[in-house]
């Protein structure tokens, strides 16, 4: 306990140092801030970072652009948002025994998930089963996304689920039109990448065809293999081969005040003879398995737009259906009877079947003004019984109320509530039948000052309604966890604040989340978490830029009698730092240091680390290069061998990937 209060004063004693530092250049601003006069000068380019800090809401939001995922040329979509603070990941260079972790929350070693941290994929819901020693099972292609927000805890998530404690990771799927300029034509894209740890090899075919200004049409289909690769001693990192086919089909149509959208992606992958244990943690007493997977998103999105304030409506169906079926290699495992132990053969199928419909609505009322969201949501989830893994449906209906009140003199004042229900019809061993619901909500409180310095709090309340998984557990059928998530922070945002032009961003987090009446990890009653975040970007119209993140994280859990423990999940303190220099248009160069800090937990040291990561992008503007890209990156350049605090097997040593992409 003394650790943990030291470590809550440490955390308030650096955010209070970081919020004056943020007064400081605040108040240098403010004596600088444009005059009426200089606002018209849009002509100027202002420098650009690797990534914008999202200074303007109180939200603790991430979002990476289709430049910066090209640029860090990620083979999973973990690896796509690693550089995120608070997220951390297991194993996150493969799409198979690997997950997404956020605030302590999420996947761990022995499961994929744990019910806090939302994915989306236009809007479908995926990866979010608790299956024994697999994954988070989000199996896809980072190529067939342009665009992915992380939210990180429960401010912000109330529109898109409830339970979500460390937040929520929203995937867009690329359109057409951003190849064709939203002229009739037609474009295709095709990218070519290979890295050297070991024998990776990626290609990405893109046809976008646009028959019209109201029509286009787009697909995709990208190829990612590897065998297994080696860590920083040159020592084989088990279960780290795959190959990984996907395609994306994509369909939108426009008519006066209507749109409608068609997506769906497939992902397959089959692996032979490989361990049943994805994390590696149980030295092979499960014995290994034939192991077929397939992954399906579809979305139906319509929108209707009027010339009114008061009508954006969304109406968007969609499903999610994933099918894992595994086969045990007889005589791979000595403790395993004739035919092997059940779980390990045990086919999986869950689908989930979700309407949205939601409408945002803009309203002047006096002094404020609102935007307004609210909608209703029928969720239904179908899961096949297999051994370890209940079988029955989950059916859900949700309504949900999200308001952004401006008001003129700088404060945002931001309220939310979600209502819930479900009913879950067990089938096979557990045919019985449960009702839960629950209310959430919470509100965020933002002011900016003029100088572009903002001070925000928050509160959120939400409830993890009981699963499939626990129709096993009666007690826990009817017993909600309750997760409670305080928040303080400050951002600044300014241009031309050191020399003519630049740009600085700076947002600083803090936060508190409790769970109680714990059902998602064995022997857990309660977990006390606290964190603070740094997000800062700068850069000069010379094209220097620099950006650095920051997490640092403590936490304890709570057993049924009060006894208190190191939270078993929790990360390591972190800091990133991007330096970089962009040649006009044409060329990029950065160099990004990750260090981690050495985590105890409850007496055992993980090792800490420190990184280096190199990248330099090559873009011809003119000439028979023009629309051609070259990239150029080296990973783990130092070649260390290190354990991330979280996974379960050694990252990989340096990797130096190559990726050519061309548009005709």
Same mark, same amino acid.
């Given at each position: 306990?003394?650790?943990?209060?030291?470590?809550?004063?440490?955390?308030?004693?650096?955010?209070?140092?970081?919020?004056?530092?943020?007064?400081?250049?605040?108040?240098?601003?403010?004596?600088?801030?444009?005059?009426?006069?200089?606002?018209?000068?849009?002509?100027?380019?202002?420098?650009?970072?690797?990534?914008?800090?999202?200074?303007?809401?109180?939200?603790?939001?991430?979002?990476?652009?289709?430049?910066?995922?090209?640029?860090?040329?990620?083979?999973?979509?973990?690896?796509?948002?690693?550089?995120?603070?608070?997220?951390? @990941?297991?194993?996150?260079?493969?799409?198979?025994?690997?997950?997404?972790?956020?605030?302590?929350?999420?996947?761990?070693?022995?499961?994929?998930?744990?019910?806090?941290?939302?994915?989306?994929?236009?809007?479908?819901?995926?990866?979010?089963?608790?299956?024994?020693?697999?994954?988070?099972?989000?199996?896809?292609?980072?190529?067939?996304?342009?665009?992915?927000?992380?939210?990180?805890?429960?401010?912000?998530?109330?529109? +898109?689920?409830?339970?979500?404690?460390?937040?929520?990771?929203?995937?867009?799927?690329?359109?057409?039109?951003?190849?064709?300029?939203?002229?009739?034509?037609?474009?295709?894209?095709?990218?070519?990448?290979?890295?050297?740890?070991?024998?990776?090899?990626?290609?990405?075919?893109?046809?976008?065809?646009?028959?019209?200004?109201?029509?286009?049409?787009?697909?995709?289909?990208?190829?990612?293999?590897?065998?297994?690769?080696?860590?920083?001693?040159?020592?084989?990192?088990?279960?780290?081969?795959?190959?990984?086919?996907?395609?994306?089909?994509?369909?939108?149509?426009?008519?006066?005040?209507?749109? =409608?959208?068609?997506?769906?992606?497939?992902?397959?992958?089959?692996?032979?003879?490989?361990?049943?244990?994805?994390?590696?943690?149980?030295?092979?007493?499960?014995?290994?398995?034939?192991?077929?997977?397939?992954?399906?998103?579809?979305?139906?999105?319509?929108?209707?737009?009027?010339?009114?304030?008061?009508?954006?409506?969304?109406?968007?169906?969609?499903?999610?259906?994933?099918?894992?079926?595994?086969?045990?290699?007889?005589?791979?495992?000595?403790?395993?009877?004739?035919?092997?132990?059940?779980?390990?053969?045990?086919?999986?199928?869950?689908?989930?079947?979700?309407?949205?419909?939601?409408?945002?609505?803009?309203?002047?009322?006096?002094?404020?003004?609102?935007?307004?969201?609210?909608?209703?949501?029928?969720?239904?989830?179908?899961?096949?019984?297999?051994?370890?893994?209940?079988?029955?449906?989950?059916?859900?209906?949700?309504?949900?109320?999200?308001?952004?009140?401006?008001?003129?003199?700088?404060?945002?004042?931001?309220?939310?509530?979600?209502?819930?229900?479900?009913?879950?019809?067990?089938?096979?061993?557990?045919?019985?039948?449960?009702?839960?619901?629950?209310?959430?909500?919470?509100?965020?409180?933002? +002011?900016?000052?003029?100088?572009?310095?903002?001070?925000?709090?928050?509160?959120?309340?939400?409830?993890?309604?009981?699963?499939?998984?626990?129709?096993?557990?009666?007690?826990?059928?009817?017993?909600?966890?309750?997760?409670?998530?305080?928040? @303080?922070?400050?951002?600044?945002?300014?241009?031309?604040?050191?020399?003519?032009?630049?740009?600085?961003?700076?947002?600083?987090?803090?936060?508190?989340?409790?769970?109680?009446?714990?059902?998602?990890?064995?022997?857990?009653?309660?977990?006390?978490?606290?964190?603070?975040?740094?997000?800062?970007?700068?850069?000069?119209?010379?094209?220097?830029?620099?950006?650095?993140?920051?997490?640092?994280?403590?936490?304890?859990?709570?057993?049924?009698?009060?006894?208190?423990?190191?939270?078993?999940?929790?990360?390591?303190?972190?800091?990133?730092?991007?330096?970089?220099?962009?040649?006009?248009?044409?060329?990029? =160069?950065?160099?990004?240091?990750?260090?981690?800090?050495?985590?105890?937990?409850?007496?055992?040291?993980?090792?800490?680390?420190?990184?280096?990561?190199?990248?330099?992008?090559?873009?011809?503007?003119?000439?028979?290069?023009?629309?051609?890209?070259?990239?150029?990156?080296?990973?783990?350049?130092?070649?260390?061998?290190?354990?991330?605090?979280?996974?379960?097997?050694?990252?990989?040593?340096?990797?130096?990937?190559?990726?050519?992409?061309?548009?005709?």
């Amino acid at each position: 306990m003394t650790n943990t209060i030291y470590g809550k004063a440490a955390l308030k004693s650096a955010s209070a140092l970081l919020l004056a530092l943020a007064v400081q250049p605040a108040a240098f601003a403010q004596d600088n801030t444009p005059s009426d006069d200089t606002e018209f000068l849009g002509t100027l380019t202002l420098g650009e970072s690797k990534r914008e800090v999202q200074t303007d809401t109180a939200t603790a939001l991430t979002i990476i652009d289709q430049e910066e995922a090209d640029d860090r040329q990620a083979g999973t979509i973990a690896e796509l948002i690693d550089s995120v603070p608070g997220v951390n @990941l297991v194993n996150g260079s493969t799409p198979t025994g690997s997950g997404i972790n956020i605030r302590g929350f999420g996947a761990n070693g022995t499961y994929g998930t744990d019910q806090k941290v939302a994915i989306l994929v236009d809007n479908a819901s995926v990866g979010s089963e608790e299956l024994y020693r697999i994954g988070t099972q989000l199996y896809t292609d980072p190529s067939l996304y342009k665009n992915v927000e992380v939210i990180r805890g429960t401010v912000g998530s109330f529109e +898109y689920g409830s339970g979500i404690v460390g937040g929520v990771v929203k995937l867009e799927t690329i359109d057409a039109s951003d190849m064709t300029g939203g002229e009739p034509g037609f474009a295709f894209r095709q990218t070519l990448g290979a890295s050297t740890n070991r024998d990776g090899f990626n290609s990405s075919s893109t046809l976008a065809i646009q028959p019209t200004e109201n029509f286009e049409l787009l697909g995709n289909f990208s190829w990612r293999q590897q065998t297994d690769q080696e860590d920083g001693s040159g020592n084989d990192i088990p279960n780290s081969a795959f190959e990984l086919p996907s395609f994306l089909l994509k369909a939108r149509y426009a008519a006066g005040d209507h749109r =409608l959208t068609a997506s769906y992606t497939n992902s397959e992958t089959s692996d032979r003879d490989v361990p049943y244990d994805s994390f590696g943690t149980t030295s092979g007493a499960f014995g290994n398995v034939d192991r077929d997977v397939v992954s399906q998103t579809t979305s139906l999105a319509y929108n209707f737009n009027p010339v009114s304030d008061f009508i954006d409506l969304d109406a968007i169906v969609s499903y999610a259906n994933q099918e894992i079926d595994q086969e045990y290699v007889e005589g791979s495992s000595p403790f395993a009877p004739p035919g092997g132990f059940a779980v390990v053969s045990a086919d999986q199928q869950y689908e989930t079947t979700k309407l949205t419909v939601k409408n945002t609505a803009l309203l002047d009322t006096g002094p404020f003004s609102h935007e307004l969201r609210t909608g209703v949501e029928v969720i239904e989830k179908e899961r096949l019984e297999a051994s370890s893994a209940p079988g029955g449906t989950d059916t859900r209906f949700a309504l949900f109320v999200v308001d952004q009140i401006e008001f003129a003199d700088g404060w945002t004042f931001s309220p939310a509530l979600r209502f819930e229900t479900s009913e879950i019809e067990g089938n096979g061993a557990y045919p019985q039948s449960y009702d839960n619901d629950a209310l959430m909500g919470g509100a965020s409180l933002r +002011y900016e000052f003029q100088s572009g310095f903002a001070l925000f709090g928050s509160y959120a309340h939400t409830e993890s309604l009981p699963i499939i998984d626990d129709l096993s557990n009666p007690t826990y059928m009817e017993q909600p966890e309750i997760g409670d998530t305080f928040e @303080l922070g400050s951002s600044y945002s300014q241009h031309d604040l050191f020399a003519a032009n630049d740009a600085f961003s700076l947002k600083v987090n803090v936060y508190q989340t409790d769970l109680d009446d714990v059902t998602s990890y064995s022997g857990v009653s309660k977990i006390e978490l606290s964190g603070l975040e740094i997000e800062s970007s700068y850069a000069m119209q010379s094209g220097l830029y620099v950006d650095l993140n920051a997490n640092l994280v403590e936490g304890d859990e709570l057993d049924g009698d009060g006894l208190e423990s190191d939270w078993r999940n929790l990360p390591a303190d972190s800091l990133r730092f991007t330096l970089g220099k962009r040649f006009s248009d044409l060329i990029d =160069l950065s160099s990004e240091v990750l260090a981690a800090d050495d985590r105890t937990l409850n007496g055992q040291t993980d090792t800490g680390y420190v990184t280096l990561n190199m990248r330099a992008n090559l873009t011809p503007q003119d000439g028979i290069l023009e629309g051609t890209s070259f990239r150029l990156g080296i990973e783990n350049v130092l070649d260390h061998t290190y354990t991330p605090a979280l996974a379960t097997r050694t990252a990989p040593g340096r990797n130096v990937k190559l990726t050519v992409a061309r548009t005709f």
